[in-house]
């Protein structure tokens, strides 16, 4: 295959499928319907041409049987006045228009058979063609809903473009939430530490660490309250709990005296009278 043969086989190529991407079935079996529709008008029109054919050619012989009954009668008149020449001449007329009847007879046999040919071919195109028009109907409808299923289908799914595109405006809007929001955050931080100044209250870099030092010192005097208060009370629960057990002891003594006398405690040790020398 030649160069030529190839880049004309390749620009055909992409034509066809160019133009299957383009073609609507339903124009084309309307268009098709058209052409044969063009076709039965041309064979109709053919077979009133031959009918007209037909009927001119009876027309003709028609006249050509006046004729011929005329000469007939003049041959006889001329028998009748005894000129047998006349007669003659009348009856080699009739027989000439006899010869043209003969011919016009065989055409209009040809004609009529012609024309009965033409009137079954029409017949059998006409019903083709609403055989055409039923089938190009149907193949139409279905055409229809296939396509309306279709795009249904492709609107459900988001393949159509439409969902497509609202499909990706809707990522770009949630990826721009997401940036502006990160921004945000991070100059609130930024504010928050003092590498960006706010416009609405303008405070300078030495301010910053003032307030830095003050909020310091407030912890500061916050945390010493808390060890004060914290060492205040520890003393005063130590000296509840001494004066508690020298009262259990005083009680103790007591009943020990109360007792009658020089008792051993528990452990074996003599116990002394209050007031009394060990």
């Not at 001119?56 to 007939?72: G, P, S, T, V």
């Not at 029409?122 to 149907?138: A, C, D, I, Y």
């Not at 393949?159 to 929001?181: E, T």
């Not at 209250?201 to 808390?226: F, H, M, N, Y």
């Given at each position: 295959?030649?160069?030529?043969?190839?880049?004309?086989a390749?620009?055909?190529?992409?034509t066809?499928?160019v133009?299957n991407?383009v073609?609507?079935?339903?124009?084309?079996?309307?268009?098709s319907?058209e052409?044969?529709?063009?076709?039965?008008?041309?064979?109709r029109?053919?077979?009133?041409?031959?009918?007209?054919a037909r009927?001119r050619?009876e027309?003709?012989?028609?006249q050509?049987h006046?004729?011929?009954d005329?000469?007939?009668?003049?041959?006889?008149a001329?028998?009748?006045?005894?000129?047998?020449?006349l007669?003659?001449?009348?009856l080699?007329?009739r027989a000439?228009?006899?010869?043209?009847?003969?011919?016009?007879?065989?055409q209009h046999?040809?004609?009529?058979?012609?024309?009965?040919k033409?009137?079954?071919?029409?017949?059998?195109?006409?019903?083709?063609?609403e055989?055409?028009?039923?089938?190009?109907?149907t193949l139409?409808?279905?055409?229809t809903?296939a396509?309306?299923?279709t795009?249904?289908?492709?609107?459900?799914?988001?393949?159509?473009?439409?969902?497509?595109d609202?499909?990706?405006a809707?990522?770009r809007a949630?990826?721009k939430?997401?940036?502006?929001?990160?921004?945000?955050?991070?100059?609130?931080?930024?504010?928050?530490s003092?590498?960006?100044?706010?416009?609405?209250?303008?405070?300078?870099d030495?301010?910053?660490q003032l307030?830095?030092v003050?909020?310091g010192?407030?912890?500061?005097s916050e945390?010493a309250?808390?060890?004060?208060e914290?060492?205040?009370?520890?003393?005063?629960a130590a000296?509840?709990?001494?004066?508690?057990?020298?009262?259990?002891?005083?009680?103790?003594?007591g009943g020990?005296?109360?007792?009658?006398?020089?008792?051993e405690?528990?452990?074996?040790?003599?116990?002394?009278?209050?007031?009394?020398?060990?």
């Amino acid at each position: 295959m030649g160069v030529f043969s190839r880049i004309a086989a390749i620009f055909q190529a992409k034509t066809n499928k160019v133009l299957n991407r383009v073609e609507d079935p339903r124009d084309t079996l309307d268009l098709s319907y058209e052409k044969q529709l063009e076709s039965l008008t041309k064979v109709r029109r053919s077979v009133a041409d031959v009918a007209t054919a037909r009927k001119r050619i009876e027309l003709q012989a028609a006249q050509l049987h006046k004729q011929a009954d005329k000469l007939q009668e003049q041959a006889k008149a001329a028998l009748g006045q005894g000129n047998e020449p006349l007669a003659r001449e009348a009856l080699s007329r009739r027989a000439a228009i006899g010869e043209q009847l003969g011919e016009l007879e065989t055409q209009h046999a040809q004609v009529t058979e012609q024309q009965e040919k033409l009137v079954e071919t029409s017949q059998r195109l006409q019903g083709q063609v609403e055989q055409f028009r039923t089938r190009k109907e149907t193949l139409k409808a279905s055409y229809t809903a296939a396509q309306a299923q279709t795009q249904v289908g492709e609107a459900i799914s988001g393949i159509s473009k439409s969902m497509g595109d609202a499909g990706g405006a809707m990522q770009r809007a949630q990826d721009k939430i997401a940036s502006m929001q990160a921004r945000a955050g991070a100059i609130d931080e930024l504010l928050a530490s003092g590498a960006l100044n706010d416009l609405d209250r303008p405070v300078d870099d030495i301010q910053a660490q003032l307030d830095k030092v003050s909020a310091g010192t407030q912890v500061d005097s916050e945390l010493a309250a808390l060890k004060a208060e914290l060492a205040a009370s520890g003393p005063a629960a130590a000296l509840g709990d001494g004066a508690d057990d020298r009262t259990e002891d005083a009680e103790i003594v007591g009943g020990t005296a109360t007792g009658g006398g020089n008792e051993e405690s528990v452990s074996g040790n003599p116990v002394t009278s209050p007031g009394k020398d060990n």
